[in-house]
């Protein structure tokens, strides 16, 4: 059995805050699609995951995703319903010829194996088969004036849940038809499957399965998130040497230090904040400052290094990680440093966002060895530790 799922993330709702669309809020980290994507591209019984995104959303969905696993293929544009939505990833996924098809809500980020395998499970016995959950509470049907009318029997009523699952041709066939007949306000597949007349099962669905909808949603998931969230250390190291030049000051650490020479550089030429840049970019495998600022760029010709040191820390805050402590050593016979100690960590802590305390700024001489010895120009070498969220999900792409 060739098992795909549909990922169907080209909804514009964005009641929960943050500007953009609910499924490319980041909850404990990561985005709520990459979290639904995750869910099926990492279990074993799915081939392939498509998802469907809105024609508007091209960048968004790239910057949503910090992995790809193998399983996923590029995104298909949605149309203007959610039926149309889910039909352009069918005929998407039809040339891959699936047996199954289990269409989810990209909303829906805490689906899990059990659940997917009682969907799949059922698949062998009915067309279709969805999660769904008994309605536990007791059902009132209001008047105009919000006066309640009646009490309805909730006897033989569910809460419909996504993924939703189906033999795929049946359920191609009958999107196929839906459209031709001119319907285009299904709002789940299950619905597309009656009205086609084939016969969907209920299996088990999970209260745990929740669909982000409200800005408490989110916060509700972000706590859930954080309880379950294991963090891991990350280390980074980062290198930077620049020469002397003609000039009567050096800038290091974010600091302007008088000195007989500047340091030659295209930017300000701080080597401090530079070899810090890098070792933040390594704890989260970022590539380098060379690569992020590349000194052919006219923009960045006299830069303050500041703006790289904040980007560096933007990139990993932006992956749910918190700077623990950074240290930097500078390698120079001149000028003397310790005077301007103080300032320097200060400087650094501002730009980072911590307290000076998690700031290490050291220095020694080389002892007129070599070209440095030779005040030629100044090293630094810096590390840089980041707790960043653990997610085993990673582990097994
Ligand atoms: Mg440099």
């Given at each position: ?49 498509q ?10 969905y ?41 269409i989810h ?81 299904f709002?789940d597949?299950?619905?597309i ?14 209260a745990?399965?929740?669909k ?62 530079h070899?810090l ?60 440093i ?9 400087r650094?802590?501002e730009i ?28 630094a ?17």
């Open positions: 059995m060739r098992v795909a799922a549909l990922i169907v993330a080209a909804g514009r709702g964005s009641r929960v805050g943050g500007g953009v669309p609910k499924q490319y809020v980041r909850i404990g980290g990561e985005t709520i699609l990459q979290r639904a994507i995750d869910a099926f591209a990492l279990h074993p019984a799915v081939a392939l995951v998802s469907v995104i809105h024609a508007d959303d091209g960048s968004l790239e910057d949503s995703l910090s992995r790809r696993p193998a399983a996923l293929r590029a995104p298909v544009t949605g149309g203007s319903s959610r039926q149309a939505s889910v039909r352009a990833g069918l005929e998407a996924l039809a040339a891959e010829e699936p047996d199954l098809v289990l809500d990209a909303a829906r980020p805490f689906v899990d194996r059990g659940l997917i395998d009682r969907v799949v499970a059922a698949l062998e016995r009915h067309p279709g088969a969805i999660p769904a959950l008994a309605v536990a509470d007791t059902l009132k049907r209001a008047d105009a004036g919000q006066t309640i009318a009646e009490t309805v029997d909730r006897a033989g009523l569910w809460r419909a849940q996504t993924p939703q699952g189906f033999r795929f041709a049946r359920i191609l066939d009958a999107h196929r038809a839906a459209a031709v007949e001119g319907f285009d306000d709002t597949d299950a619905a499957g009656e009205w086609a007349g084939f016969p969907v099962a209920l299996v088990e669905g999970d745990r399965n929740i982000i909808t409200t800005a408490a949603d989110v916060a509700d998931a972000q706590a859930a998130c954080e309880a379950a969230m294991t963090m891991e250390s990350r280390i980074g190291t980062g290198f930077d040497v620049h020469r002397f030049a003609e000039g009567s000051s050096v800038w290091l650490c974010g600091v302007e230090i008088p000195h007989t020479h500047k340091l030659e550089g295209h930017s300000d030429a701080d080597v401090a904040l070899a840049t890098d070792a933040l970019l390594g704890t989260i495998g970022d590539g380098d400052i060379g690569q992020h600022f590349p000194p052919s760029d006219p923009k960045w010709k006299g830069a303050a290094s500041h703006l790289f040191l904040t980007e560096a820390a933007r990139r990993v805050r932006a992956r749910g990680g918190r700077i623990v402590n950074v240290d930097v050593t500078l390698l120079a016979e001149a000028p003397r310790g005077p301007y100690r103080v300032a320097m960590q200060a650094v802590a980072l966002g911590i307290t000076a305390d998690r700031v290490g700024v050291k220095a020694t001489t080389m002892e007129e060895l070599g070209s440095i010895g030779r005040r030629e120009g100044i090293v070498m810096a590390n840089a530790s980041v707790l960043l969220p653990f997610s085993t999900a990673q582990d097994q792409s």
